[in-house]
């Protein structure tokens, strides 16, 4: 069985810049989770779609946004790039909806590594 | 509020030694907690979670950690550590409103 897929692996951009990650959650999974994680700041959480709709949303300004499609796939995008997003971006699914996992496990994907010049 | 802090951001073992990773939490209610991996280059995986039943957690690669109410705290241990095991953990604290807090990590380091 296929995990949790992301790309790009790696990313440059610019301050000012657009970016669009993407996630493939393992097969038959509906809820995607995206995590920051930041050097000296540890895990953040970001988003979480269910049923293509956001459940639930991290402390991060709306230039974060993302989206989940029919075929339960998402895109993390970032408007206006700043140095300090960069950063290691982590996606997960599960197969049952629940940030709080209380019965559930999230499988995590590698992740999208950013950096921001 | 909840909270979660893991004390020392790098803990050295030599290779056999015991390995004791510390993690500490705040919350108003029960929680749920998690130990997690996340090895180099790789996402996170998880070791091992406390879901209000047993309080010794027994996980994955003979890690386990032991939920202490009066004490606030869920360690992280392994009797005898591997050179394998050198990788970076997190802990991380959960209740029913669907928010989950993760620690800021502990990266192990395994000295031959």
């Known amino acids: 069985e296929a995990g949790v897929t992301q790309s790009p692996t790696h990313l440059i951009k610019t301050r000012g810049q657009q970016v669009t990650l993407r996630c493939s959650p393992i097969?038959?999974?509906?809820?995607v989770y995206w995590y920051q994680q930041a050097l000296g700041l540890g895990l953040q959480f970001l988003l979480w779609y269910d049923e293509g709709e956001e459940r639930n949303r991290g402390n991060f300004p709306p230039r974060f946004s993302g989206r989940q499609f029919p075929n339960y796939s998402s895109e993390l995008n970032v408007n206006a790039l700043e140095l300090e997003d960069s950063a290691l971006y982590l996606c997960?699914?599960?197969?049952?909806?629940?940030?709080?996992?209380?019965?559930?496990?999230?499988?995590f994907g590698p992740g999208t590594r950013l950096l921001v010049l | 509020a909840q909270s979660v802090t893991q004390l020392g951001s790098h803990v050295s073992v030599s290779e056999g030694a015991l390995v004791l990773l510390r993690c500490n939490y705040s919350?108003?209610?029960?929680?749920?907690l998690f130990w997690y991996v996340q090895y180099p280059n790789q996402g996170l995986q998880l070791l091992l979670k406390?879901?209000?039943?047993?309080?010794l957690v027994k996980g994955i690669n003979g890690f386990e950690a032991e939920f202490k109410k009066s004490e606030t705290s869920f360690h992280l241990t392994k009797p005898s550590a591997h050179m394998s095991d050198a990788a970076e953990y997190f802990c991380a604290v959960s209740v029913m409103e669907d928010k989950i807090i993760f620690g800021k990590g502990t990266r192990l380091h395994i000295l031959p």
């Open positions: 997960a699914s599960s197969l049952v909806p629940g940030l709080a996992l209380s019965q559930e496990t999230q499988y």
């Open positions: 406390y879901t209000s039943a047993a309080t």
């Open positions: 919350s108003s209610v029960p929680p749920y």
């Open positions: 097969s038959g999974h509906t809820s």
